[in-house]
Protein backbone atom coordinates (compact mmCIF):
# COMPACT_ATOMS: atom_id res chain seq x y z
CA UNK A 1 0.00 0.00 0.00
CA UNK A 2 2.86 2.73 0.22
CA UNK A 3 5.29 1.09 -2.16
CA UNK A 4 6.68 -2.08 -0.12
CA UNK A 5 7.43 -4.62 -2.68
CA UNK A 6 6.24 -7.49 0.20
CA UNK A 7 5.65 -7.65 4.21
CA UNK A 8 7.69 -10.52 5.84
CA UNK A 9 6.55 -12.19 8.58
CA UNK A 10 9.22 -14.14 10.92
CA UNK A 11 8.00 -16.17 13.67
CA UNK A 12 5.10 -18.52 13.58
CA UNK A 13 1.66 -19.11 12.53
CA UNK A 14 0.06 -16.37 14.99
CA UNK A 15 2.62 -14.10 13.55
CA UNK A 16 1.23 -14.83 10.16
CA UNK A 17 -2.07 -14.26 11.56
CA UNK A 18 -1.61 -10.64 12.72
CA UNK A 19 0.73 -9.59 9.75
CA UNK A 20 -2.86 -11.04 7.63
CA UNK A 21 -5.10 -9.03 9.40
CA UNK A 22 -2.88 -5.81 8.07
CA UNK A 23 -2.37 -7.16 4.82
CA UNK A 24 -5.79 -8.25 3.82
CA UNK A 25 -7.59 -6.90 0.95
CA UNK A 26 -4.01 -4.72 -0.30
CA UNK A 27 -2.14 -5.70 -2.91
CA UNK A 28 1.10 -5.87 -0.53
CA UNK A 29 2.39 -9.53 -0.52
CA UNK A 30 2.98 -11.48 2.58
CA UNK A 31 6.27 -13.42 2.64
CA UNK A 32 7.50 -15.87 5.64
CA UNK A 33 10.24 -16.52 6.95
CA UNK A 34 9.19 -20.09 9.95
CA UNK A 35 10.35 -19.30 13.17
CA UNK A 36 8.02 -20.71 14.99
CA UNK A 37 6.56 -24.04 16.93
CA UNK A 38 3.67 -25.43 14.49
CA UNK A 39 4.48 -23.22 11.20
CA UNK A 40 1.50 -24.78 9.11
CA UNK A 41 1.02 -21.88 6.66
CA UNK A 42 4.62 -22.28 5.64
CA UNK A 43 4.34 -26.17 5.40
CA UNK A 44 0.59 -25.26 3.56
CA UNK A 45 2.50 -23.11 0.57
CA UNK A 46 5.87 -24.89 0.13
CA UNK A 47 8.10 -23.00 1.87
CA UNK A 48 11.24 -24.33 2.91
CA UNK A 49 12.07 -24.43 6.93
CA UNK A 50 16.04 -23.22 6.24
CA UNK A 51 16.25 -19.28 6.78
CA UNK A 52 18.46 -19.15 4.08
CA UNK A 53 15.56 -20.65 1.52
CA UNK A 54 12.93 -18.72 2.90
CA UNK A 55 14.85 -15.56 2.04
CA UNK A 56 15.55 -16.86 -1.40
CA UNK A 57 11.86 -16.84 -1.64
CA UNK A 58 11.29 -13.68 0.01
CA UNK A 59 13.60 -11.93 -2.81
CA UNK A 60 12.67 -14.08 -5.82
CA UNK A 61 9.66 -15.96 -4.96
CA UNK A 62 6.42 -15.85 -7.10
CA UNK A 63 3.44 -13.36 -5.64
CA UNK A 64 0.41 -16.14 -5.75
CA UNK A 65 -3.07 -14.96 -4.60
CA UNK A 66 -4.59 -17.37 -1.44
CA UNK A 67 -7.91 -17.33 -0.05
CA UNK A 68 -8.71 -16.55 3.39
CA UNK A 69 -11.18 -17.30 6.26
CA UNK A 70 -12.54 -14.61 8.28
CA UNK A 71 -14.46 -15.02 11.67
CA UNK A 72 -17.65 -13.22 12.37
CA UNK A 73 -15.73 -10.60 14.43
CA UNK A 74 -13.22 -9.34 11.62
CA UNK A 75 -10.19 -11.35 12.48
CA UNK A 76 -8.69 -13.29 9.65
CA UNK A 77 -7.50 -17.10 9.55
CA UNK A 78 -5.10 -18.75 6.93
CA UNK A 79 -5.05 -22.53 8.48
CA UNK A 80 -8.42 -22.99 9.89
CA UNK A 81 -10.71 -22.31 12.78
CA UNK A 82 -10.81 -25.11 15.35
CA UNK A 83 -13.26 -26.23 17.96
CA UNK A 84 -13.65 -28.52 20.84
CA UNK A 85 -10.70 -30.96 21.11
CA UNK A 86 -7.61 -29.58 19.44
CA UNK A 87 -8.61 -26.03 21.37
CA UNK A 88 -8.46 -27.74 24.30
CA UNK A 89 -5.03 -28.68 23.32
CA UNK A 90 -4.47 -25.25 22.04
CA UNK A 91 -5.11 -24.04 25.88
CA UNK A 92 -2.72 -26.59 27.39
CA UNK A 93 0.12 -25.53 25.02
CA UNK A 94 1.12 -22.52 26.60
CA UNK A 95 3.84 -20.06 25.27
CA UNK A 96 5.99 -21.18 28.27
CA UNK A 97 5.54 -24.53 27.06
CA UNK A 98 6.29 -23.99 23.65
CA UNK A 99 9.53 -21.87 24.15
CA UNK A 100 10.75 -25.14 26.30
CA UNK A 101 9.91 -27.78 24.55
CA UNK A 102 8.94 -26.87 20.77
CA UNK A 103 6.25 -28.97 19.04
CA UNK A 104 6.63 -31.45 22.23
CA UNK A 105 4.15 -28.75 23.69
CA UNK A 106 1.13 -30.01 21.43
CA UNK A 107 2.40 -33.75 21.85
CA UNK A 108 2.11 -33.05 25.81
CA UNK A 109 -1.23 -30.86 25.76
CA UNK A 110 -2.38 -33.85 24.10
CA UNK A 111 -2.15 -36.38 26.45
CA UNK A 112 -2.96 -33.71 29.32
CA UNK A 113 -6.04 -33.06 27.56
CA UNK A 114 -6.98 -36.53 28.36
CA UNK A 115 -7.14 -39.99 27.69
CA UNK A 116 -10.77 -39.92 26.15
CA UNK A 117 -11.80 -37.46 23.39
CA UNK A 118 -14.11 -34.52 24.78
CA UNK A 119 -17.45 -34.93 23.14
CA UNK A 120 -20.11 -31.97 22.60
CA UNK A 121 -23.68 -32.08 20.08
CA UNK A 122 -22.69 -29.22 17.27
CA UNK A 123 -24.82 -27.91 15.19
CA UNK A 124 -23.09 -26.78 11.90
CA UNK A 125 -24.59 -24.55 9.39
CA UNK A 126 -22.82 -24.60 5.96
CA UNK A 127 -24.18 -22.15 3.35
CA UNK A 128 -27.62 -22.13 5.24
CA UNK A 129 -28.04 -26.34 5.02
CA UNK A 130 -27.77 -27.03 9.06
CA UNK A 131 -26.58 -30.45 10.57
CA UNK A 132 -26.26 -31.81 14.42
CA UNK A 133 -23.59 -34.14 15.37
CA UNK A 134 -22.26 -35.11 18.52
CA UNK A 135 -18.28 -34.89 17.94
CA UNK A 136 -14.80 -34.18 19.79
CA UNK A 137 -13.78 -31.80 17.19
CA UNK A 138 -14.47 -29.24 14.37
CA UNK A 139 -12.35 -27.92 12.14
CA UNK A 140 -13.24 -24.82 9.39
CA UNK A 141 -10.56 -25.23 7.25
CA UNK A 142 -8.60 -23.19 4.46
CA UNK A 143 -5.69 -25.20 4.20
CA UNK A 144 -5.82 -28.88 4.00
CA UNK A 145 -2.23 -29.77 5.21
CA UNK A 146 -1.04 -30.46 9.36
CA UNK A 147 2.61 -31.28 9.73
CA UNK A 148 4.25 -32.15 13.05
CA UNK A 149 7.87 -30.69 13.44
CA UNK A 150 9.94 -32.15 12.72
CA UNK A 151 8.13 -33.41 10.09
CA UNK A 152 6.79 -36.87 11.91
CA UNK A 153 3.49 -36.53 11.16
CA UNK A 154 2.41 -34.64 8.00
CA UNK A 155 -1.43 -35.63 7.10
CA UNK A 156 -4.32 -34.11 4.97
CA UNK A 157 -7.20 -33.06 6.86
CA UNK A 158 -9.63 -33.56 4.64
CA UNK A 159 -10.47 -34.66 0.66
CA UNK A 160 -9.71 -31.61 -1.53
CA UNK A 161 -9.12 -29.10 1.10
CA UNK A 162 -7.32 -26.22 -1.02
CA UNK A 163 -6.74 -22.22 -0.22
CA UNK A 164 -7.50 -21.91 -3.61
CA UNK A 165 -10.64 -22.89 -4.22
CA UNK A 166 -13.08 -20.14 -2.56
CA UNK A 167 -14.59 -22.57 -0.16
CA UNK A 168 -14.31 -23.32 3.87
CA UNK A 169 -14.40 -27.50 4.16
CA UNK A 170 -15.89 -27.83 7.65
CA UNK A 171 -13.92 -31.57 8.75
CA UNK A 172 -15.99 -33.45 11.72
CA UNK A 173 -14.42 -35.64 13.93
CA UNK A 174 -15.96 -37.99 16.01
CA UNK A 175 -13.67 -40.45 17.76
CA UNK A 176 -14.85 -42.00 21.19
CA UNK A 177 -11.26 -43.00 22.55
CA UNK A 178 -7.50 -42.06 21.98
CA UNK A 179 -7.36 -45.53 20.15
CA UNK A 180 -9.98 -44.48 17.50
CA UNK A 181 -8.51 -41.13 17.42
CA UNK A 182 -5.16 -42.80 16.40
CA UNK A 183 -6.86 -44.72 14.02
CA UNK A 184 -8.01 -41.72 12.30
CA UNK A 185 -4.81 -39.71 12.24
CA UNK A 186 -3.96 -42.61 10.57
CA UNK A 187 -6.19 -42.64 8.01
CA UNK A 188 -5.64 -39.11 7.15
CA UNK A 189 -2.01 -40.28 6.63
CA UNK A 190 -3.01 -42.21 3.93
CA UNK A 191 -5.87 -39.90 3.00
CA UNK A 192 -8.31 -42.26 3.28
CA UNK A 193 -11.39 -39.85 3.79
CA UNK A 194 -14.40 -42.30 2.62
CA UNK A 195 -16.38 -44.90 4.86
CA UNK A 196 -15.83 -44.19 8.12
CA UNK A 197 -18.69 -42.78 10.30
CA UNK A 198 -16.53 -40.85 12.57
CA UNK A 199 -15.44 -38.56 9.95
CA UNK A 200 -17.78 -36.43 7.84
CA UNK A 201 -16.72 -33.14 5.37
CA UNK A 202 -18.76 -30.55 4.24
CA UNK A 203 -17.86 -27.15 2.26
CA UNK A 204 -19.14 -23.66 2.20
CA UNK A 205 -18.95 -19.81 1.96
CA UNK A 206 -20.46 -19.17 5.14
CA UNK A 207 -20.04 -21.59 7.97
CA UNK A 208 -21.84 -21.58 11.67
CA UNK A 209 -20.48 -23.66 14.09
CA UNK A 210 -22.13 -24.09 17.67
CA UNK A 211 -22.30 -26.63 20.19
CA UNK A 212 -23.75 -28.24 23.41
CA UNK A 213 -22.26 -26.78 25.61
CA UNK A 214 -20.26 -24.74 24.74
CA UNK A 215 -16.60 -25.33 23.84
CA UNK A 216 -13.01 -23.13 22.88
CA UNK A 217 -12.00 -22.47 19.99
CA UNK A 218 -8.59 -21.41 17.95
CA UNK A 219 -7.99 -19.68 14.82
CA UNK A 220 -3.86 -20.93 13.51
CA UNK A 221 -2.76 -22.28 16.77
CA UNK A 222 -4.41 -18.90 19.01
CA UNK A 223 -7.04 -19.31 21.39
CA UNK A 224 -9.97 -17.20 21.13
CA UNK A 225 -13.44 -18.15 23.02
CA UNK A 226 -16.24 -20.29 23.22
CA UNK A 227 -18.56 -21.18 20.90
CA UNK A 228 -20.30 -20.14 18.54
CA UNK A 229 -18.23 -19.58 15.91
CA UNK A 230 -18.99 -17.79 12.20
CA UNK A 231 -16.53 -18.03 9.25
CA UNK A 232 -17.04 -17.03 5.75
CA UNK A 233 -14.73 -17.54 3.05
CA UNK A 234 -12.74 -14.55 1.62
CA UNK A 235 -11.69 -15.54 -2.26
CA UNK A 236 -7.96 -14.28 -3.21
CA UNK A 237 -7.80 -12.67 0.41
CA UNK A 238 -3.91 -11.84 0.53
CA UNK A 239 -1.45 -12.28 -1.74
CA UNK A 240 1.41 -14.74 -0.71
CA UNK A 241 5.26 -14.76 -1.39
CA UNK A 242 5.36 -18.66 -3.01
CA UNK A 243 8.50 -20.87 -4.30
CA UNK A 244 8.85 -20.43 -8.60
CA UNK A 245 7.59 -23.95 -9.56
Not at 5 to 15: E, F
Not at 38 to 44: D, I, K, L, P
Not at 136 to 145: C, D, E, I
Not at 146 to 154: F, G, L
Amino acid sequence: RLGYRAVVAVGGDGTVAEVITGLAGTQVPLAGVAQGTGNQVACNLGIPRSVEAAVDVVVNGTPTPIDLGQLGNGRYFAVAAGAGWDAAVVAVATRELKDRWGFGAYLYATLKVGSTPPASTYRITADGEALEIRAAMVLVANMGRIVSNPRAVDVRIGPGVSHRDGLLDVCIFAPRTLPEAAALVWKMARQQFAGDERMLFVQGREITVESDPPVLYEIDGELIGETPLSARAVPGGITVMVPKE
